[in-house]
C-alpha cells in the first residue's frame, strides 16, 4: 500500500543512504583530521643493513620544540625497538625540529635517522649525562682523575648499527662544558658526541656535528667501523674538539668529511702509557681518504699521544689541509711503550702550514706517576709520498728519543713552497733514520736523498684491506609522524 505516493522500500533505502553519507562525512572529517595531524614523509640512506621496522620520535612522545627534554623520549624509543633487533632490525626516525637530549644510549641492529633540518641539541643539565668509569687503557679521565660523562649518542658491546641522516645536524652546545673545563670546575671528563664501545659493524655517515664538548667521534674497542660524509664544525680555539678519534679499533674506513676543530681532525690512539700497555690493544688497518682539514693549533692526522697499545697499517691518502699546524704528527714519548709502524701517506695537499712533516718523542703528558720511564716506543716504517704544500714555514721537525731513534722513515716526491718568513732551517731532525727521494727543499743529512731513481720508494700498498670490501645498501622507507 503507497503512502503520500512513496513506496515504503524506497523510503527506508533512501534513508539508509543517507545515513551512510553522514557517516561517510563525519569518518572523512575524522580521518581528514588525522591526516593534517600526521605527515607522511619518504626517507631514504645507503648503509650496511636496512631495516624491517621503523618509528617517529613522536610516537613515544618527543616534542622538538628545543626546549623540551627528549631523553627519556629517546631512551623509551630505543629500548622498544630492541624487541625488534631479531626480526630485521629497526630504526628511529627524527623528523625536521630541534630535539633537545641528554645522553642515550642504543642497540643492536638499529639506525637512528635524522632527517634534513633536524637538530639533536645536547642537553645542558648535567644530570641528565650519566657518569661512566675511565676506559681501562687510560686508567683515568682526560679532563680529570675520576670517570667520564656518558656521550650524547653511546652504545657498548653492540653489533650493526647505523647512525646517519639527510645531513641532519647534532650540537653539542660546547661553550657550557668549555666554561666549565677552562674555570677548572669539572670533576669527570666532558661527554663526545658519538661513542661506541666494544662493538662491531658501526656506520656513522651523512650528519653534520657542531660544537662538541670534546672529542666529536669516539670509536674504541671495536672494529669494521665506517664513517663517511661527516661534517665537524668547532671554534678552532675551542679545547680538545678533536675530530674523529679511532682508538684501539681494527679495520676502520674514514672518508669525504669535512673537518674544522681545536685540535686534530683525526688523532688515532690505543691507550695511555701503563694503562694502554697493559690493556693491549691497538689500532690497525685503518683507512683515511678525501679528507678536508682545518687546523691552526694541530694536526690533520695526529698518531698519539696515548699509543701505548700499539698502531699499525694506516693508509691515508687525497688529505687537504688549510691553515692547520702539520699534516701528519707523531706524538710519543719515554713510558710510552706500544708502536707506531706500517704508516703510509700520499697525495696531500697543504696550505699554509707550521710543519708538513712533525714527529715528536718528548711527548710529556702522562696519566700520572707510575708509568715506566724505560717503556721505549718502536716508531718505524714511516711513509710518505706525492705531497705538495705551499706558505710554509717549517718543512719538518723531525724529534726521535735518544737512543730509541725512530727508523725505517720515508719521504719521495714532496715539493714544500716556503713562506715569505720561513724559519731559516726548513728540517731539523734528531735520532731519526731514513731516506727521501725528490723532495724540495732539501732534507737533513739523516735522511740522505737517494736519487730521482728512487721517486717511486715509499710504495703506498696494493692490497686493499677488508674494510674497503663493505658493500652498500639503498635503503628506502615511509613514514608518518606528527
Known amino acids: 500500500m503507497e503512502l503520500l505516493g512513496m513506496n515504503p522500500m524506497r523510503t527506508i533505502m533512501t534513508r539508509i543512504v543517507t545515513v551512510l553519507v553522514l557517516v561517510g562525512f563525519i569518518l572523512g572529517v575524522r580521518g581528514g583530521e588525522a591526516r593534517k595531524g600526521k605527515v607522511a614523509e619518504s626517507f631514504a640512506y645507503t648503509g650496511i643493513s636496512c631495516r624491517r621496522h621503523t618509528a617517529s620520535i613522536t610516537d613515544f612522545g618527543g616534542v622538538g620544540d628545543g626546549k623540551t627534554s627528549n631523553t627519556k623520549a629517546f631512551q623509551d624509543a630505543v629500548n622498544h625497538l630492541s624487541k625488534y633487533a631479531s626480526d630485521g632490525g629497526a630504526q628511529l626516525y627524527v623528523p625536521a ?16 635517522y635524522l632527517q634534513k633540518h633536524a637538530f639533536l641539541l645536547a642537553s645542558q643539565d648535567m644530570k641528565e649525562w650519566p657518569v661512566l668509569k675511565p676506559l681501562p687503557s687510560y686508567g683515568r679521565g682526560r679532563d680529570a682523575a675520576g670517570g667520564r660523562f656518558t656521550s650524547l649518542i653511546y652504545g657498548t658491546n653492540l653489533t650493526d648499527v647505523i647512525v646517519t641522516g639527510a645531513n641532519g645536524t647534532i650540537d653539542g652546545q660546547g661553550s657550557f662544558w668549555w666554561q666549565k673545563f677552562h674555570k677548572g ?114 694536526a690533520a692526522i695526529a698518531l698519539g699521544s696515548e699509543m701505548s697499545g700499539g698502531i699499525q697499517d694506516v ?10 699546524e702539520s699534516g701528519v704528527r707523531i706524538k710519543t714519548a719515554r713510558g710510552r711503550g706500544g708502536f707506531v709502524k706500517d704508516i703510509f701517506v700520499r697525495r696531500m695537499s697543504l696550505h699554509t702550514m707550521k710543519w708538513v712533516f712533525w714527529m715528536t718523542g718528548n711527548y710529556k703528558q702522562h696519566a700520572d706517576n707510575h708509568y715506566d720511564p724505560n717503556a721505549l716506543p718502536v716508531i718505524q716504517g714511516i711513509n710518505y709520498r706525492d705531497i705538495v704544500a705551499n706558505n710554509v714555514s717549517m718543512a719538518a721537525r723531525l724529534e726521535g728519543i735518544e737512543g730509541d731513534p725512530f727508523t725505517q722513515i720515508c719521504i719521495a716526491n714532496v715539493t714544500i713552497g716556503m713562506a715569505a718568513k720561513a724559519k731559516k732551517v726548513p728540517w731539523t731532525c734528531t735520532d731519526v733514520e731514513g731516506i727521501t727521494s725528490g723532495v724540495s727543499p732539501r732534507p737533513c743529512d739523516l735522511l740522505p736523498d737517494q736519487g730521482q731513481k728512487k721517486i717511486t720508494a715509499c710504495d703506498f700498498p696494493a692490497e686493499p684491506l677488508s674494510i674497503d670490501r663493505v658493500m652498500f645498501k639503498t635503503c628506502t622507507y615511509m613514514v608518518n609522524h606528527m
Open 97 to 112: 625540529g630541534k630535539w633537545l637530549t641528554g645522553s642515550f644510549s642504543l642497540t643492536s641492529h638499529f639506525t637512528l
Open 185 to 298: 670546575k669539572l670533576k669527570y671528563t666532558r661527554p663526545y658526541l658519538i661513542e661506541f664501545m666494544y662493538s662491531d659493524t658501526i656506520q656513522i655517515s651523512n650528519l653534520t656535528l657542531l660544537n662538541s664538548p670534546s672529542w666529536n667521534v669516539h670509536p674504541v674497542y671495536s672494529s669494521n667501523i665506517l664513517i663517511q660524509g661527516i661534517t665537524i664544525l668547532a671554534p678552532v680555539k675551542s679545547p680538545n674538539t678533536d675530530g674523529i678519534n679511532p682508538d684501539s679499533c681494527t679495520n676502520v674506513r674514514i672518508e669525504d668529511s669535512y673537518i674544522v676543530s681545536g685540535d686534530d681532525c683525526i688523532a688515532v690512539k690505543s691507550g695511555w702509557d701503563e694503562y694502554g700497555i697493559s690493556f693491549g690493544m691497538p689500532t690497525k688497518q685503518l683507512v683515511i681518504r678525501r679528507l678536508t682539514c682545518i687546523s691552526p693549533y694541530s
Open 315 to 324: 693508509r691515508a691518502e687525497d688529505i687537504t689541509a688549510v691553515h692547520t
